[in-house]
């Protein structure tokens, strides 16, 4: 049974399109994150969401926009995709709180941008 | 604002060869610290974590201490193994903002 799980694994699309990718943890976490891990496994945080509030905001293009309908879901839109959005996108959730802990990542989404 | 440095790789190693990967951070507060693992084709891992200083985080023959002085927080294994290659990360976290280092690909050769 799959902790942190997110579709679709893999992405192809082209420049222009708009597109998601969801996210949903079993766990009964409080807080979920969205992480950009680029070609050379660079990986940065995106947003994170606690409760269904938006916690953090990196400096992140308009273009990319969170939606978390409930605590267990984050999904993330893309809209106007360019070349440089091609990356693997993990989310992840932990507890939350003062001692955040460990983060329960999902498997990725890699998308493809042509 | 908080950050991460971690050694450059990547690093390739004999098997049963020691094993180091530095880490050090920069952190306003009193983070918990951690390394997490990436296997091939997978998400991150948790591979141990230390929450306050001079605390010790290990498992599975890794280890890592919480150093305040030198602000450190090196991955250390005695004996690697083929089943260690992965990209190995330092993380560091105050409340819910959990920040990565660069990553460090570590490939053991048998």
């Known amino acids: 049974d799959t902790a942190v799980s997110q579709t679709p694994k893999y992405l192809v699309t082209q420049m222009g399109n708009d597109k998601s990718i969801k996210c949903e943890q079993n766990l009964g976490h409080d807080t979920m994150y969205w992480y950009k891990q680029d070609s050379k496994k660079f990986l940065k945080i995106m947003f994170s969401?606690?409760?269904?509030?938006?916690?953090i905001n990196e400096t992140v293009p308009n273009r990319f926009s969170p939606k978390s309908p409930d605590k267990a879901h984050l999904n993330l839109h893309i809209n106007s995709l360019e070349l440089g959005d091609s990356a693997v996108y993990f989310c992840?959730?932990?507890?939350?709180?003062?001692?955040?802990?460990?983060?329960?990542f999902g498997e990725g989404s890699r998308l493809t941008v042509l | 604002g908080n950050s991460v440095t971690q050694m450059e790789g990547p690093v390739t190693l004999s098997e049963e060869a020691f094993l180091t990967i530095n880490c050090t951070y920069t952190a306003t507060g009193y983070p918990s610290l951690f390394w997490y693992v990436q296997y091939p084709g997978e998400g991150l891992q948790l591979l141990l974590k230390a929450t306050k200083a001079d605390d010790k985080g290990s498992n599975k023959g890794f280890e890592a201490t919480y150093r305040k002085e030198t602000t450190s927080f090196h991955l250390e294994k005695g004996s690697v193994q083929v089943s260690d290659s992965a990209v190995y990360f330092c993380?560091?976290?105050?409340?819910?903002?959990?920040?990565f280092g660069a990553g460090t690909r570590l490939t053991v050769k048998p």
């Open positions: 969401y606690n409760n269904k509030e938006l916690i």
């Open positions: 993380a560091l976290s105050e409340d819910v903002d959990m920040r």
């Open positions: 992840a959730s932990s507890h939350g709180g003062k001692d955040t802990g460990e983060l329960f």
